[in-house]
């Protein structure tokens, strides 16, 4: 209500205003906002390769309307900073020429053709606006770099709003105010979805902007992650914003022409991440004295040097840069809510190779191995799953490449690796703890229950209790015995001893080296002792005696058999009790003398790192064994590492080509829920998973999995048709089906899904899907003296005016997000979108693409080399129609017919697409060929319809 009242005072005002002022007001009524300038010299770069959609909205579009009107209102605030300006876009026009010379797909009438490629619209759109747009822009990817989407749309609704009344109060105190600057105050409010696609536009630069500076951007990084500085301490937030958006201009202007700064508030250090500008820096620790660092930026005077201080802070936890605001406009209910953004190592984005860095600092975490362990504890991992059987074709097996991978990688740049690993560390919630306890180090090899089930061998366990025995001092002072059984038991011989219970026979050792029997000269050496039926059957005995106490008596006969020698021991009458002190009850252990002294209150050694590697060393363990134990436990960290082998298959495609993981995925327990459960159960669903996964419903989990990792929030949570993408950032992720001949689509089952650089214009995750039912125009029925000609084999392409088109119908629904519950803006939403064939222009259909390639009419034709016995291919045996026109597609003669688009990629997707959803004959079969055909040897199906796309 207050910004109404005070706009219309303006408007009474200009109302009963003189002749002069009534002049103003009738130039009011002119849209200042469709004037476009001449963008300055370093911005012309952007020019030359903006597509045709995104130079329009940046011209004369909404992106222009809000460029104009933004910088109109602020005009005023920001310092002149010609420098800058003149730096920036030319840092700009290098990022946009870095990225063009990379190439993308380059198609003019495919589907996302005009959604493809960087989007700099706010960049152009400013520079083609008044002077004052340009700064506005560094604001938005200031505002944009430091908090999330919902948070920066708020942010400008707030200071928009503040500025309007700054501006109205001016005019009613009679001050001069620019008549652009009034209309942008008076005119109606610029709406909040002007706002978030102008936060969009902003946020995809930086992503794109990000990929070419990654090296300067990562160094950066690195610096801030060691400082704790505020960027202002103003509680205002349009106060605030102000400051630092001055400070941030000031400061950066003065850096480009050579005069050095010393850092006092944030400000700074967010606008060179915001604006890839990089000055040399002095850092001074008070510990390390001062360090220089060179940027080497030509952009940037050598005199440009910015100093800073790293603090010790101590216990606490640095924030980097941070900015604390109170937002009033985020929230439909309740009071202005705290937020806290920051500038730190933590929140840039991710590649998957980080990801799984990133993991291990997890479970580093959860097994309590302390940084400067790092190295040994990963070596350690290493061995242990090297270890194990490993089949590279078994879905069940790949987990430990998991593990294997990112460790390699971290030992190879040890620097880098640490990063990611140390950010792992401080999100262990990432990987929940097991219901049952904490989970136990290195798979529970550290454990006497989780180790001694492992080891191969009754010998191995012997020595390897006798290892563990060397730990304890006190041990050599009393009297102590191995009792243990080996493997396995011989019938015969066992038959032989008449013994009626064999699970109570045990076989014993000496703990330590014995003296040698009377008359002997033999050093110090172990004995052991069996029965005497066993004398001849080698290393074999019963099973174990279940309880812990062990009674030694001469119940049957004994023999002594040392190493050297076997000799006949005959026990003693008197029956001696010993107790369990370590080992395992059921295989073998240490016992102790009841009655020893030294006794009382102690334990056995606990087992440490270095006995687990001991016994990887001297392959102690049964290396089945212990793979059923590492899977069979159900341990989180397990089930972690399955999602993380589905998710690498997908990655294997996308990784290459640019895709980036956001680091929001640790802020919540890593479960996508589509996924999950089929790999916790880790059962015959696991086809569906594998390599060769192929089934339907592999594009919707793909498409769950994408958004998840992209913007960090598992949002696909059921079955989507109609899938068409996603887009989100600079990056528009969509079946690599839609990006390929249909011929050669079918050659593997895999549904992968492809990253193209680019985006709708919208803010947030927004995924796309298409009507159920697509609909297609009416035959001409004025075209029916045009019939099909026959067919003589030839390749021709008639449908090169055929183009494929992306528009949106009206339905959109945001997607669930706990965190989003009651927010005014939504960072995911589901929209409906269209794709249209288009022939020179004029509508042919609608489709679903996806769907008509799974269709159960359309075959593929197998190619020919191996079979076909001419030397060039030969027109067919037998009349068949060619179809050269969509009406003929439309209106499909009976018969055998051939469509004449070969080498047409785009208007073959097209074909099929149509001839499946939009043919009206019915029980027609539609059969892709292969770029080459030899019509001849085609075997011809003895159906009646058929039309064959080539």
Request: contains cysteine.
């Amino acid at each position: 209500m207050a910004d109404s009242s005070i706009i219309g005072k303006i408007q009474s005002a200009l109302m009963s205003a003189t002749n002069e002022f009534t002049a103003t007001a009738a130039q009011i009524n002119f849209d200042f906002t469709m004037v476009k300038y001449e963008a300055p010299p370093e911005y012309q770069a952007l020019n030359q390769s903006l597509s045709q959609r995104r130079r329009q909205d940046a011209e004369s579009g909404q992106a222009h309307v809000t460029a104009r009107r933004l910088g109109a209102l602020f005009d005023g605030i920001p310092p002149p900073t010609p420098k800058l300006i003149s730096a920036y876009g030319t840092r700009a026009s290098d990022i946009f020429n870095d990225v063009s010379a990379r190439g993308s797909l380059k198609v003019s009438n495919w589907i996302f053709s005009e959604y493809a490629g960087i989007d700099a619209t706010s960049i152009w759109a400013a520079a083609t606006s008044r002077k004052a747009a340009l700064p506005v822009h560094l604001l938005a990817c200031l505002l944009a770099r430091i908090w999330d989407e919902s948070e920066a749309t708020s942010i400008w609704v707030e200071i928009v709003a503040e500025r309007r009344k700054e501006v109205a109060a001016k005019f009613e105190s009679g001050a001069e105010v620019p008549i652009a600057q009034t209309t942008a105050a008076m005119q109606g409010e610029i709406t909040r979805e002007q706002l978030s696609k102008w936060d969009a536009s902003a946020r995809s630069w930086l992503r794109t902007a990000d990929t070419v500076k990654n090296l300067q951007q990562k160094q950066l990084l690195l610096i801030v992650k060691n400082i704790s500085i505020p960027v202002n301490l103003e509680n205002n937030p349009y106060k605030s914003i102000m400051a630092a958006w001055t400070s941030a201009l000031e400061t950066m202007e003065l850096l480009i022409s050579g005069a050095p700064h010393v850092v006092r508030d944030g400000a700074v250090l967010i606008a060179l991440s915001a604006w890839h500008l990089y000055p040399d820096m002095v850092i001074f620790s008070g510990s390390d004295g001062s360090k220089e660092i060179l940027m080497n930026d030509p952009l940037i005077h050598p005199g440009g040097i910015l100093s800073l201080g790293i603090s010790d802070s101590g216990n606490r936890a640095t924030k980097g840069v941070y900015w604390s605001l109170s937002l009033a406009h985020h929230k439909f209910y309740g009071r202005a809510i705290n937020k806290l953004g920051q500038l730190d190592s933590d929140g840039s984005r991710m590649t998957f190779a980080e990801l799984q860095q990133a993991v291990l600092g997890v479970i580093l975490a959860h097994w309590n191995v302390l940084p400067d362990q790092t190295a040994d504890a990963l070596k350690l991992l290493l061995q242990i799953v090297s270890s194990l059987p490993f089949d590279q074709l078994s879905f069940e097996d790949r987990w430990i490449e998991m593990i294997t991978t990112p460790i390699l990688s971290y030992f190879q740049d040890e620097e880098s690796g640490t990063i990611p690993i140390s950010f792992g560390r401080r999100r262990r919630g990432f990987i929940p703890s097991p219901p049952n306890g904490p989970e136990r180090p290195f798979f529970g090899l550290t454990d006497m229950a989780g180790l001694f089930p492992q080891i191969k061998s009754a010998e191995l366990r012997v020595e390897f209790l006798r290892r563990l025995a060397q730990r304890v001092a006190w041990l050599q002072d009393t009297e102590a015995w191995i009792a243990f059984r080996l493997d396995k038991v011989d019938s015969a011989d066992a038959d032989a001893a008449d013994v009626d219970d064999l699970d109570h026979v045990w076989c014993f050792a000496t703990v330590f080296p014995s003296d040698s029997t009377k008359g002997e000269s033999r050093p110090r050496h172990h004995r052991r002792w069996v029965p005497h039926w066993m004398a001849t059957a080698g290393d074999r005995v019963p099973n174990p005696h279940s309880e812990h106490v062990l009674y030694l008596s001469a119940t049957f006969p004994l023999i002594c058999h040392s190493r050297d020698s076997i000799t006949s021991l005959h026990m003693p009458h008197e029956q001696k009790e010993f107790d369990f002190l370590f080992g395992d009850a059921n295989s073998a252990a240490v016992f102790v003398l009841r009655e020893t002294t030294f006794y009382a209150g102690r334990t056995g050694p606990t087992i440490t790192t270095d006995d687990v590697r001991w016994c990887l060393q001297y392959d102690v363990f049964s290396q089945d064994s212990l793979q059923r134990h590492i899977l069979d436990n159900k341990s989180p960290i397990i089930q972690s590492l399955f999602l993380l082998t589905y998710a690498s298959l997908l990655y294997s495609f996308l990784s290459p080509q640019g895709a980036t993981i956001s680091p929001r995925i640790f802020s919540a327990p890593f479960r996508i829920q589509l996924i999950s459960e089929y790999v916790e159960s880790r059962s015959e669903n696991l086809a569906f998973l594998g390599i060769a996964y192929g089934s339907s419903y592999t594009v919707y989990h793909n498409l769950a999995l994408v958004a998840y990792f992209e913007s960090g929030f598992d949002v696909v949570r059921s079955r989507m048709d109609g899938v068409l993408g996603l887009s989100i950032g600079d990056s528009i992720y969509v079946p690599g089906k839609l990006t390929e001949d249909p011929s050669t689509s079918h050659e593997t089952t895999t549904i992968h899904f492809s990253r193209l650089l680019g985006n709708i214009g919208n803010p947030g995750l927004t995924v796309l899907t298409c009507p159920a039912s697509p609909e297609a125009r009416e035959v001409d029925l004025m075209g029916w003296r045009k019939a099909a000609d026959n067919y003589t084999g030839t390749q021709d392409n008639c449908f090169n005016q055929t183009t494929l088109h992306l528009s949106f119908t009206e339905w959109k629904s945001p997607l669930w997000m706990e965190t989003a519950v009651g927010q005014r803006d939504t960072q995911c939403m589901h929209v409906e979108a269209v794709v249209s064939v288009r022939d020179s222009g004029q509508w042919v259909a609608d489709v679903d693409i996806m769907k008509a390639l799974t269709h159960a009419d359309v075959q593929f034709l197998r190619s020919q080399e191996e079979k076909c016995p001419h030397s060039t291919p030969q027109p067919p045996g037998r009349q068949i129609l060619a179809l050269e026109t969509w009406d003929q597609i439309l209106d499909c003669p009976d018969g055998i017919v051939v469509t004449k688009s070969h080498g047409n990629w785009v208007a073959r997707l097209a074909l099929v697409s149509v001839l499946a959803q939009h043919c009206k004959t019915v029980a027609r079969k539609i059969i892709v060929c292969p770029d080459k055909v030899c019509w001849k040897c085609v075997d011809f199906p003895s159906f009646n319809n058929a039309v064959y796309v080539y």
